[in-house]
């Protein structure tokens, strides 16, 4: 009996012990969308889930929760196969998602559950579907989005062979919908072509505010949407303001005179990072936030006088307050830290009444969690446990570091140790490197399958993630900073962070790899070519090897041009040939593994199948990939285990 029980604590200490693996990457479940009740007593949320063991899906699944405010009676209301998502409180405290349901519709559509038990019940009976919903304040209405569907005369031509594709003339609309509760029927709110990506009801229900372009593609989505009121139930829309490029997160204040937005500082503004408040009345927005060295990435009121901000600072976030004081001076604004934790924040919601802020946050010891705190006590209660298996695997150290560029600059990123590591020893590194370039890497859950982090270091290999120049998290002025030199002191910065590893003798300069995705995987590119010298290994992830014939091809010619160069390649086409990969083909010895998506339109897969033909010429060892139904990423999870092991693999064989 003794020998048992001691095989069995030896069991229980080893499994507490065990190092990562791939599969526990894409079995990990996250927490998003939380909405509290008006009460706020209740918030219901959406877990990501992966599959059952006999499910034939090959994607995870999103399921509908609710749980109370402080953690208890957590409850599951929707469940898998069905996808739920989107949850909202109905006026009379049930719940309302979107799922797609084929037994009922072929489209998406809004259906309520009521939360004392019950089945849900579809609420629209949309043609076309609905992207997004939002009631209205008074209950009466809820406003949608739905795109457009093909005419019948074109769906008959396509059925009789016309199915010819003319570029860029198709232009289906995402429109802007009401569905009345009472007369249980839907219309558009108005008939004038703009493609609406997001909105908010008034507090009174009488108008909305929303974004929009006069166009349908990326580029014009992304630099050319407006703000827009129109009235409602139905009225003509007219334009608010003048955006000068990017809108993000939006939000109007309780006495819905003011409209507090993201929007970018000037055309080329890489991000909507900064914070607008426009007077309705007036027609005048004023910044707020000028010169702040941080992107804020979401907005909301406290009061009429008072906006909250979540920002991207550095490699961590922070919940602010800015106070709209009228005796202050034009360009002063006063900024107060609500919150900011050791946790990395993704998302925050305000309940005024109670005074409640409900949050989704992520450690460097998890993945997205529910957090629940009351404002201005600075401290929040994590409410929702959803990876107990985590505990059974140790994790490698993880920290935030910073260098100097070669200008001067300080230039931060974030580094995460070998899981087993011993002062005074060099070890292997590898980079693992943000696209954008506007991306950033933070000090929190680094690990997910296209960047699996902890698995890397679990195979005994220092992770640098770069933050250099042009990224996120510093502010506009450093987000331009690499306007004009895409691939030269923005790399420079890389480097520069490689040498500050080799100097405090973490690394051995001989056992060096790099790898990331879309911008991360154009600067794996110039690793394998133009510093092909200094690197053992490269995993080019849907990356741009030819900064000319991408142009051609993605569907953001004018945002990769004018907001990221800040040029158009033909204006300086030994500079753009230059910067290209492609270009330094003969400086290549780097093996180098290349990963695309058959439907990736961002970074067409001709990019990685050029670098590949080159590689091959060359006779460079080098292996390309190509994923069936991928689009700009991995989703489907046989893809994504391959890539984790065909990664792990690439590294151990070229690299240490």
């Known amino acids: 009996m003794k020998k048992f029980l001691l095989s069995f604590v030896s069991l229980s200490f080893v499994l507490a012990d065990k190092p990562i ?15 509290i009740n008006i009460g706020g007593t ?6 990501i889930v992966p599959p059952s063991k006999n499910s034939k899906s090959r994607s995870s699944f999103r399921e509908v929760w609710v749980t109370d405010v402080d953690g208890l009676n957590q409850r599951k209301f929707t469940s898998i196969p069905n996808n739920s998502w989107s949850p909202q409180w109905t006026p009379d405290g049930n719940l309302s998602f979107l799922s797609l349901r084929k037994a009922h519709h072929k489209s998406t559509q809004i259906y309520t559950i009521p939360t004392d038990g019950g089945e849900a019940f579809p609420l629209t009976n949309h043609q076309n579907g609905i992207g997004s919903y939002k009631w209205s304040p008074n209950g009466r209405w809820i406003a949608f989005t739905s795109r457009d569907d093909e005419s019948p005369e074109t769906k008959k031509m396509k059925k009789d062979g016309y199915d010819m594709i003319v570029m860029g003339k198709e232009q289906l609309y995402n429109r802007l919908w009401i569905y009345d509760i009472e007369t249980k029927s839907h219309e558009t709110i108005f008939r004038q072509d703009l493609n609406v990506s997001s909105f908010e009801w008034s507090e009174d229900s009488k108008f909305i505010v929303f974004q929009a372009a006069e166009k349908v593609d990326t580029d014009t989505e992304y630099l050319e949407s407006s703000l827009y009121l ?5 009225g003509n829309p007219r334009k608010i303001a003048e955006t000068p490029g990017k809108l993000s997160s939006m939000s109007l204040s309780p006495n819905s005179e003011q409209l507090a937005y993201l929007g970018a500082t000037s055309y080329n ?7 607008y408040v426009h007077n309705i009345k007036s027609g005048k927005s004023k910044l707020i936030t000028p010169g702040f060295k941080e992107s804020f990435v979401n907005v909301d009121w406290i009061d009429d006088q008072t906006v909250i901000g979540l920002s991207q600072r550095g490699t961590k976030t922070v919940l602010s307050t800015i106070f709209l004081a009228n005796n202050l001076a034009e360009d002063v604004f006063n900024q107060n830290d609500v919150l900011a934790p050791d946790e990395i924040i993704s998302s925050f919601s305000f309940h005024r009444y109670t005074k409640q802020l409900v949050v989704t946050a992520n450690s460097r010891k998890n993945p997205n969690e529910l957090y629940v705190g009351l404002y201005n006590s600075k401290k929040m209660k994590r409410i929702t446990f959803s990876n107990p298996a985590l505990s059974n695997i140790k994790l490698s150290k993880q920290e935030s570091i910073s260098w100097k560029a ?21 070890y292997p590194l590898i980079l693992q490197i943000h696209g954008g370039p506007e991306g950033v890497s933070q000090d929190g859950w680094n690990t997910r399958p296209t960047y699996p982090v902890q698995l890397l270091a679990a195979n005994g290999y220092f992770i640098l993630e770069p933050n250099y120049r042009g990224s996120a998290g510093r502010g506009v002025e450093f987000s331009k900073a690499d306007h004009d030199d895409l691939g030269g002191e923005e790399f420079i910065d890389v480097l520069q962070g490689i040498d500050n590893l080799i100097k405090k003798g973490f690394v051995d300069e001989n056992q060096i790899g790099t790898g990331g995705w879309s911008y991360g995987g154009y600067f794996s590119a110039l690793a394998a070519t133009k510093y092909s010298s200094r690197f053992k290994a490269s995993m080019v992830g849907a990356g741009l090897t030819n900064m000319i014939s991408f142009i051609g091809t993605t569907d ?7 907001v990221h160069w ?15 990969p492609m270009s330094h083909i003969n400086k290549a010895k780097t093996p180098t593994l290349i990963i695309h998506g058959m439907r990736d339109v961002r970074v067409h897969p001709e990019q990685g199948m050029e670098l590949w033909q080159a590689l091959k010429i060359k006779n460079v060892e080098t292996e390309f990939v190509l994923y069936p139904r991928e689009p700009h990423g991995l989703l489907e999870r046989p893809h994504q285990l391959d890539y984790m092991n065909r990664l792990v693999d690439w590294y151990k064989k070229y690299v240490k």
């Open 406 to 426: 070669r200008d001067g600059k300080t230039i931060q990123g974030v580094l995460t140790y070998p899981l087993v590591y011993r002062d005074g020893k060099t």
């Open 566 to 580: 800040n040029q158009w390649w033909f204006d300086n086409q030994q500079l753009h040939w230059d910067r290209s």
């Open 269 to 275: 503004d890489p991000l909507a990072q900064s914070i």
């Open 21 to 35: 693996t791939a599969k526990d990457i894409i079995n990990l479940e996250y927490i998003s969308q939380p909405v």
């Open 556 to 562: 953001i010619p004018y945002e990769m041009s004018v």
């Open 42 to 47: 209740r918030i219901a949320y959406v877990k």
């Open 230 to 234: 129109v009235k409602t139930p139905s």
